[in-house]
């Protein structure tokens, strides 16, 4: 059933088009960033891309720094594709679709170097700010990826430290107005390769017969500072800088729209 | 002492503002929200579809399964760990015993029908909340329903008799609380779900009810308006 489809897919590729009508490297609309979604969380921000729809929000907690760096808090990406999002998805512990989704995400916030570890650190070998971003699908109709990414920056953006009472403990329900100070905007945008073709966003349908994919984290400036490959074919150099050059422009047009 | 007066001048019988919406998760075969106050519940459904493993099907009635599950960061205080709590077992436990009572699965043998019960925050009722989101999507999914489910916890706070209540008011030192959350069935004004940590008197809870069933009949209303508009909704393009 899937070559049938695929075949239509790579035809309408060829000329130029897609099962929707959008061109090769168009996002799905309406793109959609929602801020300040739960109050309950430090920062947190609702991301939609056509049908696809994900939370993302920020927890931070006040911890021992980790032995090999004393003097540094942390970050960390947790994803949850929640069954209610998908027929596809079940119950139990994360699979290995959800580690890939937040390590990919995660890698492209650590290594853009945007955060500042040493500034989360309170007290040298005893304490600092830890920060969790996660990230829950609402409803997975294709590109997560680039969906979450979107969100837990978008979360972090929004994102204000709370309150330390008398005893160096946090006030949860007390948000100052203190953000997380990043030097850049690390974004991740996925190309897809199908037979000879690139496109971006891809649907449920399209994510289905894709060949290949490459995830590209990107910084406002267009340095790289991250990237995953996936999808069984392999990639020549020359499919990989195409790639990188879409992915980087993209990423430049979702930036705007933080 | 006495309990004088609630946040936001709030009346004792009165629910914090609500919100609600349904068809809000496109895969879903039925979804919908419901926002009380700072509790915010989503709900889905899916089936009824095949249920695996096989030694878990009923031939003489489909099954229903809910999942109660906060957001990591739906809590008021530290990150809540992903997957199950005993405590979201248990609430997802009644809030399958709360639903079933209005549904016919026995037309749809071996299969199951899942519900999914997510929240981006919380603030107090949320188990409420939650069921009151689900029957909206059962209905959304277009199981048929003997009834619909409205739930809403009720409870004394000191001397006063309360509906809806709020974080401080389950928290409130000065004098005796009673947290009773409960779901109703609007049209025949039968009793689904019942819990109640606290203290009160026999008569107390007797009215008690009667003002469950009151706010429970206007939440009906909300959940009612809500299904109608989403057939009367145009999107926007």
């Known amino acids: 059933m899937n070559s049938e489809l695929r075949n239509h897919i790579i035809r309408l590729l060829e000329s130029g088009t897609r099962l929707d009508g959008r061109k090769l490297t168009d996002y799905r609309q309406p793109i959609k960033i929602e801020y300040g979604v739960s109050n309950t969380a430090e920062g947190s921000a609702k991301v939609q891309i056509g049908d696809t729809e994900v939370i993302a929000g920020v927890k931070v907690e006040i911890s021992t720094p980790f032995p090999d760096t004393p003097e540094e808090g942390g970050l960390m990406v947790n994803t949850e594709l929640l069954p209610l999002s998908s027929p596809d998805f079940e119950s139990g512990p994360p699979g290995i679709e959800a580690i890939e989704l937040a390590r990919v995400v995660d890698r492209a916030i650590r290594e853009s170097k945007a955060v500042d570890f040493k500034g989360l650190c309170i007290e040298k070998g005893e304490k600092a700010w830890f920060i969790m971003i996660d990230v829950i699908s609402l409803n997975s109709s294709g590109n997560l990826l680039d969906a979450a990414s979107l969100a837990a920056i978008a979360a972090v953006k929004d994102m204000r430290f709370p309150a330390l009472n008398d005893e160096g403990k946090i006030e949860y329900k007390e948000k100052t107005d203190k953000k997380l100070g990043m030097k850049a905007w690390p974004l991740s945008v996925t190309v897809s390769k199908i037979g000879s073709s690139f496109i971006v966003d891809p649907d449920l349908d399209e994510e289905k017969v894709i060949d290949a994919r490459l995830t590209v984290g990107s910084l406002d400036d267009g340095t790289l500072c991250s990237m995953q490959k996936g999808g069984n074919s392999p990639l020549a150099e020359q499919d990989i800088l195409q790639m990188i050059d879409i992915a980087v422009e993209k990423a430049k047009e979702l930036r705007k729209m933080l | ?237």
Not at chain 2, 154 to 161: A, M
């Open chain 2, 1 to 237: 002492m006495s309990y004088k007066e609630r946040k936001n001048k709030r009346g004792f019988d009165e629910t914090r503002p609500m919100e609600a919406k349904v068809g809000v998760i496109k895969r879903a075969d039925g979804s919908a929200y419901f926002k009380i106050g700072n509790t915010w519940a989503y709900a889905a459904v899916y089936g009824p579809r095949n249920l695996h493993p096989k030694f878990l099907q009923d031939p003489s009635t489909g099954i229903l399964r809910c999942h109660y599950n906060m957001m990591p960061f739906s809590g008021s205080g530290e990150r809540v760990r992903p997957g199950g709590s005993r405590r979201s077992k248990e609430i997802s436990m009644v809030t399958e015993k709360a639903l079933l009572p209005v549904l016919s699965l026995e037309e749809f043998p071996n299969t199951v029908v899942d519900v999914f019960i997510e929240f981006p925050q919380t603030e107090a009722g949320s188990r409420c909340a939650g069921i009151t989101a689900a029957a909206m999507a059962l209905a959304d999914a277009g199981l048929a329903m003997k009834d619909m489910i409205a739930a809403v916890s009720v409870g004394r706070v000191d001397d006063k008799l309360v509906v809806d209540l709020d974080y401080s008011e389950e928290a409130y030192e000065g004098g005796p609380v009673a947290d009773i959350p409960v779901a109703v069935m609007p049209s025949s004004g039968k009793i689904t779900l019942l819990q109640m940590d606290g203290l009160v008197k026999k008569e107390m809870l007797k009215d008690l009810l009667a003002k469950a069933k009151a706010a429970c009949a206007k939440i009906y209303e909300v959940q009612k308006r809500a299904l109608k508009e989403k057939y009367t909704r145009v999107d926007e393009e």
